[in-house]
């Protein structure tokens, strides 16, 4: 019933900016933290970004300062605004809903549903 589905994902130059979305659609019966991933190629899943019921903010240390997680409780939507894209953040970026009250952890603990990721590529 429940969906995330990415968008926005793509080709940039380093130094440029991209912006990705994560639409939510089924039945949520509140607002729940959330969360962006990405997994590169034989690299480890990392949490990127999260942003609780409340609206605060944690990032990984190698995006703070140029990434900026948001979301829009009336439109179910989630965005992540990527600024300054270096090569090293390629990599395809998964949407992450929690389950009931839980925050979501660096390992994935607290991800109930996963969106199906988009594809980001910086080139240098």
């Known amino acids: 019933q429940v969906q995330l589905v990415e968008s926005g994902g793509g080709l940039v130059q380093a130094g440029g900016s991209l912006r990705l979305s994560c639409a939510v659609s089924g039945s949520i019966f509140s607002i729940k933290s959330m969360g962006w991933f990405r997994q590169a190629p034989g690299k480890e899943r990392e949490l990127v970004a999260h942003i609780d019921a409340g609206g605060s903010t944690n990032y990984a240390d190698s995006v703070k300062g140029r990434f900026t997680i948001s979301r829009d409780n009336a439109k179910n939507t989630v965005s992540l605004q990527m600024n300054s894209l270096k090569p090293e953040d390629t990599a395809v970026y998964y949407c992450?809903?929690?389950?009931?009250?839980?925050?979501?952890?660096?390992?994935?603990?607290?991800?109930?549903?996963w969106g199906k990721g988009t594809l980001v590529t910086v080139s240098s």
């Open positions: 992450a809903l929690a389950r009931g009250m839980l925050l979501i952890r660096p390992s994935g603990y607290g991800v109930e549903y």
